[in-house]
């Protein structure tokens, strides 16, 4: 299957598992919004040799994907695949930083081998983090938050029709594709050439296509604003799990959680 | 209001900005409650004449009247209220998150209030037979569930027109058999443009024939159905059903009266 199928499928999936039903997944799609996007500061903000820092928050984000339901391996596949990007931005950092910072006995540790961690430890989270967002929201919901939270309403309604016409664009360029292939011989067909005219013919289509909507959606009384008819509204549950993930959050970015605790057990011990 | 409707067409004519004469001089009555045919090859004009009953097209030469509106743009807001329009491809129909929410689209748009678009949202479901598919997404739904949501989308707006760009294209037969039963109990003034005669054999007592842009026959349906040179010069067929049969030779010999299926 082409990776352009499996990708798609996977969409499918996420929307499958957005309307599920667990604690995570009934707050309000604002409040979701606001944490994820409090957890990417945070997230980010470590300096470039952190790691154990990043931990409690690679810690919360398995509570939260462990108390969703998400198959928590549905979201390390995806994380995983993505991967290789992180290693490749930081790929360079271990011939260039030799200052050495940690020791182990003999083994010294290059700073370029723990910036290359941090990043890749940093990617992973913000990667799982945005995905555990949509798997327990859905990107529709997710759009109407960001217009709630102040996002342009051009953007929200730019974002929604993209996703609706993902689905359609993806279909018929996987039928175009496939006309194509079953028309190429010993690799003649398939060049650079041939794949420009299929997507020009693509970008035609839907040029054509977004007319044919655009009429259909002022037929249909359009005047620029989606208007929708449940209104997110926020109850009290909504607000104090913001307020108590939102202190946790900050609390974990401030206070050097693992050190603490090093620090309280040699304490104990001694 | 709806029985006195009418649509008046009177020399319309429209030329797109490529310079191709889609319509040239076309002038009709279409009486209220009346199901009413266009037939003709491709590009005799029937989408571009469609495009014009609701203004998406509003041309310079001739006058489209629907009821005591004179289509214009001032007018644009009744005109789309009165005349619903369901198009040829159900994914350019279908454009919101969830079906409920498409149907609830027109309404919103209109500002009615919240219960009066729920009230209209099950109602437009429940009368295409489509309220199981509320909650779902418009892409995962079959050609079939797609045309019945298209349609709801429309209905949800309570039109006294309906206008159709081919309503049985790509559909299964058993979808289409479905389709003819549910149009066929709307009380709306129906202008249905189709390829599918047979369809319009079970749905419409009046045919328009387009060809080149012009109006070539109007009239009852049976007797242009019978007409085999008219067909022939519109590019047309008669309906599979008043054909001989390929097995026994025989014409089935008569046209079905009002209601009744051969």
Partial sequence: MSTIESAFIDLQRLDRLAACDSAVHRLDPRVKVLITLAFLVCVVSFDKYAIAGLLPFALFLTLVIGLSGIPSGFVLNRVLLAAPLALLI??????????????????????????????????????????????TTGFNAVCRALEQLGMPTVLAVQLLLLYRYLFVLVEEGLRLNRARVL?????????IRACSFLLGSLLLRTLDRSQRIHLAMRCRGFDGTIHTRNPLRLNGRDVLTLTIVLAALLAMRVFDGPMLLGRFVTGLMA | MRS???????DLAHAYPDGTEALRGISLHIRAEESVAVVGA???????????????????????????????????PDIRRTVGMVFQDPDDQLFMPTVAEDV??????????????????AS?????GAAHLRDRPPYKLSGGEKRLAAIATVLAMEPAILVMDEPSSSLDPRARRTLIELLAGFGHTKIIATHDLDLVLDLCPRTIVLRQGQVAADGPTDEIFADGRLL??????????????PVCG?????????GERL
């Fill in chain 2, 124 to 128: 437009a479901l429940e009368r295409v």
């Fill in chain 1, 183 to 191: 028309r190429s011989f010993q690799g003649r067909g398939l060049g």
């Fill in chain 1, 90 to 135: 930081g790929l360079f950092n271990p011939v260039y930083d030799h200052q050495p910072l940690m020791r182990f006995g003999t083994l010294v540790i290059a700073g370029g081998w723990l910036s290359l961690l941090s990043l890749v430890l940093r990617f992973c989270l913000t990667v799982g983090a945005v995905l555990a967002l949509i798997a």
């Fill in chain 2, 250 to 258: 025989e014409k089935s010999g008569r046209l079905p009266q009002k």
């Fill in chain 2, 104 to 121: 609830a689209f027109g309404p919103l748009n209109l500002k009615l209030p919240l219960a009066e678009v729920e009230r209209r949202v």
């Fill in chain 2, 232 to 245: 022939a010069a519109c590019h047309l067929e008669q309906p599979l059903r008043l054909q001989a049969c």
């Fill in chain 2, 4 to 10: 006195s409707l009418l649509i008046e067409i009177r």
């Fill in chain 2, 42 to 76: 491709n590009g005799a004009g029937k989408s571009t004449l469609l495009l014009h009953l609701n203004g998406s097209l509003i041309s310079r030469h001739g006058t489209v009247r629907i009821g005591d509106f004179q289509v214009a743009k001032a007018a644009l």
